[in-house]
């Protein structure tokens, strides 16, 4: 496997004055230690800003990304009534004086938004979250947070019993300002932990010290300074921006690097390495079930904004209402559930940003037709739940009502690898299930994630073209009816596919067994599929393998599944229901079911001879046996990767029928 890059640049918060002196150093100090060899990601991204796509043959989809956080320049008086002004500028800066407590009334209204100074300007500002929930917003409207800052609160789009929107064209946007050196806003759904006492236990037989501190005295949020009730007990604890392991045992019985949690007398107790004292740390406990939640926005644009540690979900759309809500730039990490979470919306879009270190899905759809999800890092989730009965993924959909999604350009990695509980098989790459017709994956690198690449769950009429899916711990693509009595015109074309624990393409009929129709008109073409470790490269049962009455209609033609070896293609069942298996190409394809006769599905039955697959570069050398031996599958398809692409900030896509006689297998194409 490759070495994998850890959290991407979570870069130096700042409070207000009067916060405990050690927080800004030990939030810089742990988000540090996560974010320094996230170097080569963050290069990535930050390179792509500047490059353009080749113009002539090449095509690039729309990106929207990446965005920067806006530079502010001097700003014209701009109206402020309490009520939302239609194209008003709402500021928020922690260090300015929360003169006006939660009150729609700004804290100063001659600030000036370069100087951070309440003089020699014209702006309002406020300086917590607290008063900026108070007021409903037009649209238009523009709520900007100071980089480099941090609030403890949660921002919500509910004034009294109602909420507010914007207009196509004028959304209102949640975003950023200061210069775009400076780290961006950060909204936590955490408090800080204080008043520790130690206390001797003896631990597997050995002395070890712990601490105890009440979680009712936790930091009060925003700018408030002062000591709250924890409205909800902690999911979460970390040291120095670290997750701690939770052991739900008892205070006595914890190792280093473990909390606990007392609900009977409101306590938490921790124990660091070397027993260290944690009041020489910054611990925080997660308490805001989010950190910004939207439940009857439309129009709104959320954009260059850090998410983080809260008890939840970082961003949650949580209504039918929320639709047209673009998430850009933004980093949600480290939340106890989601990163992003949007249910019963329509037309939401997330591009541009990371998810990372999430308690369960990276980002979570249900029911929420039309969403595009675009140009996104997305690593390391389900870093808690660890349940491969409830597994979890980078992207999860799901809902009768989701239909027509569309996963493009995205990097997602290692989810899964690094859940401190351990296990294995708990989180995939994409993982669709019961998620209504129509989903379109494409040009997405997908890898080392603890299940499968892809996986397609009592779905149909999905498209998944142009992925690299490779070194993931099941199968590389999985589509099966699971549950449903069929599973039908599933489109997998041109993708590669290499090195995946179980298997490469997998698909499969209903889960009790083949049933009348349970597979039709399933199409597998121009694929890449080999290396698999432990399993077949292509895999089709339960009808899938066109038994007759229970499956028909079901293509695999054009693939290269690599060279012939033992084993290396399931196809359905003998008489008496045991699994069959193929060790060349030509048996398979005289195999019942399948074409009929040698050389009948034109595989390319050849090592593909990629660039340097070891390396992670599926792209195909120049004597490549998969060079012009593809199908040409019309003008919706007809889009390959170039070998220059790098994700996601530039995702460069030629047209197969610019180049050769023919068109490639695999998710790359040569041009030259």
């Given at each position: ?276 004292n944690p009041g020489g740390h910054l611990i925080e406990a997660s308490q805001r079930d989010y950190c910004i939640e939207l439940y009857t926005a439309s129009y709104i644009s959320i954009v260059n904004l850090q998410t983080l540690n809260a008890n939840n979900t970082g961003i949650n759309l949580d209504n039918d209402d929320d639709d047209n809500v673009v998430i850009s730039g933004v980093v949600s990490d480290s939340n106890f559930s989601e990163g992003i979470a949007i249910l019963q919306s329509s037309n939401d879009t997330v591009k541009g940003s990371t998810v990372a270190y999430n308690g ?313």
């Open positions: 496997m490759l070495p994998l890059p850890p959290k991407c640049a979570i870069a130096t918060p700042t409070e207000s004055p009067d916060r405990l002196e050690a927080d800004k150093a030990h939030l810089f100090s742990g988000y540090l230690m996560r974010s320094l060899a996230s170097a080569f990601v963050c290069l990535i991204v930050t390179a792509g800003h500047a490059q353009k796509p080749t113009v002539g043959p090449h095509v690039s989809f729309p990106v929207g990304f990446p965005i920067v956080s806006p530079i502010v320049s001097p700003i014209t008086s701009p109206t402020a009534p309490g009520s939302g002004a239609s194209g008003a500028i709402y500021y928020v800066d922690s260090t300015i004086p929360d003169i006006h407590v939660a009150s729609a009334t700004p804290d100063c209204s001659n600030y000036n938004p370069t100087t951070f100074h309440c003089s020699g300007g014209s702006a309002v500002v406020y300086a917590t979250i607290a008063d900026i929930n108070t007021i409903k917003f037009a649209p238009g409207s523009q709520i900007l947070f100071r980089r480099g800052q941090i609030w403890r609160e949660q921002l919500s789009d509910i004034v009294g019993s109602k909420g507010y929107s914007g207009l196509a064209g004028q959304p209102i946007t949640i975003g950023a300002y200061g210069s775009a050196n400076s780290p961006l806003p950060i909204i936590s759904g955490a408090n800080i932990v204080a008043s520790w006492a130690a206390q001797q236990v003896s631990a597997g037989g050995a002395a070890a010290t712990v601490y105890v501190a009440p979680y009712v005295t936790i930091h009060g949020a925003g700018n408030s300074h002062s000591s709250v009730l924890y409205a909800n007990a902690p999911n979460q604890v970390f040291v120095d921006g670290i997750r701690l392991t939770q052991n739900t045992s008892g205070y006595t019985s914890l190792a280093a690097g473990q909390w606990y949690l007392d609900t009977n007398n409101s306590n938490i107790w921790v124990r660091l390495i070397g027993d260290s369960h899905d990276g980002i979570s759809v249900f029911d929420a037709p039309n969403v595009l999800i675009d140009g996104n890092i997305i690593h390391d989730n389900d870093e808690v739940f660890n349940n491969s009965a409830v597994p979890c993924a980078g992207i999860k959909g799901g809902g009768p009502a989701q239909g027509n999604a569309i996963v493009q350009r995205n990097l997602i990695y290692s989810n899964g690898a690094s859940s401190i509980a351990g296990s294995a098989l708990v989180a995939g790459g994409i993982d669709f299930d019961t998620s209504g017709p129509g989903a379109i994956i494409r040009y997405n690198k997908i890898f080392s994630n603890t299940k499968d690449g892809i996986e397609l769950d009592a779905d149909f009429g999905d498209s998944v073209y142009g992925n690299v899916v490779f070194n993931n711990g099941r199968y590389g693509i999985y589509a099966f009816a699971d549950g449903t009595l069929s599973m039908t015109n599933m489109q997998i074309y041109n993708n590669s596919v290499s090195s995946n624990q179980s298997g490469g393409v997998m698909l499969m009929g209903p889960a009790a067994g083949s049933a009348p129709g349970g597979c039709m008109n399933n199409i597998v073409v121009n694929n890449i599929v080999m290396s698999s470790l432990s399993g077949p490269n292509l895999a089709a049962w339960n009808g899938c393998e066109n038994p007759g009455a229970n499956g028909s209609g079901n293509v695999y033609s054009y693939n290269d599944f690599g060279p012939a070896s033992s084993n290396f293609i399931r196809w359905g069942v003998n008489s008496k229901n045991q699994t069959l298996f193929e060790s060349t190409y030509s048996a398979w394809e005289i195999a019942a079911g399948n074409c009929g006769k040698a050389g009948c599905s034109h595989s390319v039955q050849a090592n593909p001879l990629f660039t340097n697959a070891p390396a992670g570069n599926f792209s195909l050398s120049a004597s490549s046996p998969a060079i012009d031996a593809g199908m040409n599958l019309g003008p919706v398809y007809e889009g390959g990767l170039d070998a220059a692409s790098t994700w996601p900030a530039n995702v460069i896509i030629d047209d197969q029928n610019n180049y050769g006689g023919r068109w490639d297998i695999g998710a790359y194409m040569k041009t030259y």
